[in-house]
């Protein structure tokens, strides 16, 4: 009976331990299985968490390499500009030299073109003094010869020169060098102005008509001789008065300067002509213009 009951007991107690260790290892289990559970989550959190870092790093590795291909660029873009201002420095020394220089120039041509202006303006105080010159002797030789009739004498000014015209009737018969004496009277009147225009130079010019001269006429060949003889002789009448021979030029134009082409008899008594032309000194005029 004791037997049995000792069975009894330790078969009791056998169930209890087993009971019992069967109880701690459902919760050592389940703490275990909880832990686990809490790992799979902190696994999966931090699988999460490497993802996101592995998605950060591979964009900050490609934030990073575009920083260096910027950094690269900017440093290649910083050299460009250091040679490109050392370049430009230079450029702008030579520019500046250059700019100098034409400084210089300018300054120089403005100093030029100051002195041309006033030599400018001089020749145009002697060329006005010189018209006024014309002018007046115009006036003064017309004075002159106020008595004789315009189909005879004409007094024109013409390119800064008086014109005194003198036509053949007044001076020669037909074909004669020899001057009648109203001509000598007229050429006696002009010689007392001309005296008194020390700066003036005369030139005779004597013109005929396109028909030849007779034949045989003594000491003449053709219209030259005729217009040359004809301006001599009014030459040396004119010096007999007084005027400067120095001043006084005679020149025959023979029948190639006309003043009426046609082949009428008043044409070709226009042209038989002895003109005088009296031009101003112009001696100081060349000398600015040989200076300009």
Request: net charge positive.
């Given at each position: 009976?004791?037997?049995?009951?000792?069975?009894?007991?330790?078969?009791?107690?056998?169930?209890?331990?087993?009971?019992?260790?069967?109880v701690?290892?459902?919760?050592?289990?389940?703490?275990?299985?909880?832990?686990?559970?809490?790992?799979?989550?902190d696994?999966?959190?931090?699988?999460?968490?490497?993802?996101?870092?592995?998605?950060?790093?591979?964009?900050?590795?490609?934030?990073?390499?575009?920083?260096e291909q910027?950094?690269?660029?900017?440093?290649?873009?910083?050299?460009?500009?250091?040679?490109?201002?050392?370049?430009a420095?230079?450029e702008?020394?030579?520019l500046?030299?250059?700019?100098?220089?034409?400084?210089?120039?300018?300054?120089?041509l403005?100093?030029?073109?100051?002195?041309?202006e006033?030599?400018?303006?001089?020749?145009?105080?002697?060329?006005?003094?010189?018209?006024?010159?014309?002018?007046?002797?115009?006036?003064?030789?017309?004075?002159?010869?106020?008595?004789?009739?315009?189909?005879?004498?004409?007094?024109?000014v013409?390119?800064?020169?008086?014109?005194?015209s003198l036509a053949?009737?007044?001076?020669?018969?037909s074909?004669?060098?020899?001057?009648?004496?109203?001509?000598v009277?007229?050429?006696?009147?002009?010689?007392?102005?001309?005296?008194?225009?020390?700066?003036?130079?005369?030139?005779?010019?004597?013109?005929?008509?396109?028909?030849?001269?007779?034949?045989?006429?003594?000491?003449?060949?053709?219209n030259?001789d005729?217009?040359?003889?004809?301006?001599?002789?009014?030459?040396?009448?004119?010096?007999?008065?007084?005027?400067?021979?120095?001043?006084?030029?005679?020149?025959?134009?023979?029948?190639?300067?006309?003043?009426?082409?046609a082949?009428?008899?008043?044409?070709?008594?226009k042209?038989r002509?002895?003109e005088i032309?009296?031009?101003?000194?112009?001696?100081?005029?060349?000398?600015?213009?040989?200076?300009?």
């Amino acid at each position: 009976m004791k037997n049995n009951l000792y069975r009894a007991s330790l078969f009791l107690l056998a169930g209890s331990l087993t009971f019992s260790s069967c109880v701690v290892s459902k919760k050592k289990y389940e703490d275990l299985l909880a832990r686990k559970n809490a790992l799979e989550v902190d696994k999966s959190g931090l699988e999460k968490q490497k993802q996101t870092l592995e998605q950060q790093k591979a964009s900050l590795e490609r934030e990073k390499a575009n920083l260096e291909q910027e950094r690269a660029t900017l440093e290649q873009q910083k050299n460009e500009y250091e040679r490109s201002l050392a370049q430009a420095l230079k450029e702008g020394k030579t520019l500046g030299e250059n700019l100098n220089l034409s400084k210089t120039q300018i300054d120089r041509l403005n100093a030029d073109l100051k002195a041309r202006e006033q030599r400018l303006a001089e020749l145009q105080r002697i060329l006005d003094e010189k018209d006024k010159a014309v002018n007046a002797l115009r006036a003064k030789v017309s004075s002159a010869l106020l008595g004789f009739n315009d189909k005879d004498l004409t007094i024109n000014v013409r390119n800064g020169k008086v014109y005194v015209s003198l036509a053949e009737q007044l001076l020669f018969q037909s074909g004669s060098t020899k001057v009648d004496p109203k001509g000598v009277d007229a050429l006696r009147k002009l010689a007392t102005v001309l005296k008194e225009q020390q700066d003036v130079n005369v030139l005779v010019e004597g013109h005929t008509d396109d028909v030849p001269i007779a034949r045989g006429t003594v000491g003449m060949q053709d219209n030259w001789d005729l217009s040359v003889l004809r301006a001599t002789e009014i030459t040396r009448i004119l010096a007999n008065a007084g005027v400067d021979p120095t001043r006084v030029t005679p020149s025959g134009r023979s029948l190639y300067v006309p003043l009426d082409g046609a082949k009428t008899k008043e044409a070709r008594q226009k042209n038989r002509r002895t003109e005088i032309i009296l031009t101003p000194k112009l001696d100081e005029l060349f000398q600015i213009l040989e200076t300009t």
